[in-house]
């Protein structure tokens, strides 16, 4: 069973911000959220992870609500070559990839 | 190579008869997990191998599935009497030692389509 939550699909203008949320209301402690994406006929590509506090690099910034129960991965910038799945994870450090993927939430970045 | 490589990129195959997928990880990975993904669902986790210890079988659908991995190279998963439900692309990830998922970088996958 996912242990996260994740709308099915959303819309983004070009050169805006895409803010995509995730629920994961029974996060344990020591579970970190992930987030990777899916572009069409690729396989799956790291994006950004966290712990409790917001994280950001060159593709993206993650924020994490102070209870952990939810966050937002910000694309600040869209573009279409971001138009892909994106998925939320959570997992704790020692589950050496033992994690099942929920269906994501489909971005299409329109011009 | 630079990236886990797959092959091949395309299968398509007769119900009844078996499969064999190939990965080849990044030299160095001491980890390769398996995973499938059904049309429009998300990744299914199959197995994982972490060096010489025993593979996580825990995963595999059916005793039809099986993979090997010979020390810390190439890797093969196979599906035995294959079913039109085993339809699916077939990704293969490779890591360093560790369980922190950024470390993942997977494969294009192996799409197998069974008739």
């Known amino acids: 069973d996912a242990k996260t939550t994740q709308p099915p699909s959303m819309d983004c203008a070009e050169g805006r911000a895409a803010n995509l949320p995730c629920n994961h209301s029974t996060i344990s402690g020591n579970e970190y959220v992930y987030w990777y994406r899916q572009i069409h006929s690729q396989g799956p590509q790291y994006i950004i992870h966290g712990l409790k506090n917001n994280e950001t690099n060159e593709m993206a910034s993650l924020i994490i609500t102070e209870d952990r129960k939810s966050s937002t991965l910000i694309l600040p910038h869209a573009t279409l070559r971001d138009t892909a799945v994106y998925y939320c994870?959570?997992?704790?450090?020692?589950?050496?990839?033992?994690?099942?993927f929920g269906a994501g939430t489909q971005v299409v970045v329109t011009p | 190579g630079a990236g886990v490589s797959q092959s091949p990129s395309n299968k398509v195959t007769e119900k009844g008869k078996d499969v064999e997928l190939r990965c080849d990880p990044i030299?160095?990975?001491?980890?390769l997990y398996w995973y499938r993904q059904r049309l429009g669902q998300g990744l299914e986790f199959l197995i994982y191998f972490q060096g010489n210890s025993a593979p996580d079988k825990s995963g595999l659908p059916s005793d039809r599935f099986s993979a090997e991995r010979t020390g810390e190279s190439v890797s093969t998963l196979t599906i035995q009497r294959t079913q039109q439900e085993d339809s699916a692309v077939y990704l293969c990830a490779s890591s360093w030692t560790g369980g922190v998922l950024y470390g993942y970088t997977f494969g294009s996958g192996t799409r197998l389509t069974v008739v």
């Open positions: 030299s160095g990975h001491t980890a």
């Open positions: 994870i959570v997992n704790s450090d020692d589950s050496w990839g033992k994690f099942q």
